[in-house]
Every structure is written in C-alpha cells, then in structure tokens.
Nanobody, 123 residues
C-alpha cells in the first residue's frame, strides 16, 4: 500500500497549485482520505478530507473557499486544488488514509501516509 504526492512547488501569493495523491494497493473510492500539512516546528494540521464512497468533505477554516478536495476513482487519485494561495499556506503537504469510513481532520486516526510534497508561497 502506497500513497505518493506530487504537484508541489513555488508559487507567488494569489497563485494556484493542484496537488495529486496517487494510490496503489487500495481503492481510494472505498476509503476516507485527507490532506494534511506541516511546517517545521509545528504540529501537523488537517487541511481537508473526504469520506469513503460519496461521503461528505471537510475543510479547515483557514482554507475554506480557497481549496477544493476531489477524487478521481478511475485514476485512483486524490486531488487538492489550491487557489488564492497565501504565504501562510507554505508547508509540506501529505495525503493520508484513515481507518474510519467518515473522514476527520485529526491526524492521529490516519494510519497510511505519503511522504509529502513541498508547497512554498512567496510574498
């Protein structure tokens, strides 16, 4: 089982990026999965998640209206579209799978993690 993120990079304030999380060894359509971010010296923060099958999504207040999570079941890939990026969005972004069917932004209930992709937003 593996999750591999891509799509990070350097972008100016106000710009956009789309992160991808490709899964192998599990069907993302059947899983509750999420995006998290972490800055060195700070705790990991839940950004967004989507529950299994056609379940609900959740967003952190800091990204509501700017970020959109989606899942392409045919490609077995999770996405995070990030618009109107701010310097405070700078972090390593990781995708993860939880053993619950309903997603949550609490990192401790996620048991499969990708290694992450760096997002840097310049001012």
């Amino acid at each position: 089982v593996q999750l591999v993120e891509s799509g990070g990079g350097l972008v100016q304030t106000g710009g956009s990026l789309r992160l991808s999380c490709a899964a192998s060894g599990l069907k993302l359509a059947n899983e509750a999965i999420g995006w998290f971010r972490q800055v060195p010296g700070k705790e990991r923060e839940g950004v967004s998640c989507v529950s299994s099958h056609t379940g609900p999504t959740e967003y952190a207040d800091s990204v509501k209206g700017r970020f959109t999570i989606s899942r392409d079941n045919a490609k077995n890939t999770l996405y995070l579209q990030m618009n109107s990026l701010k310097p405070s969005d700078t972090a390593v972004y990781s995708c993860a799978r939880t053993y619950y069917a309903t997603c949550t932004l609490t990192p401790s209930v996620y048991n499969i993690w990708g290694v992450g992709t760096q997002v840097t937003v310049s001012s």
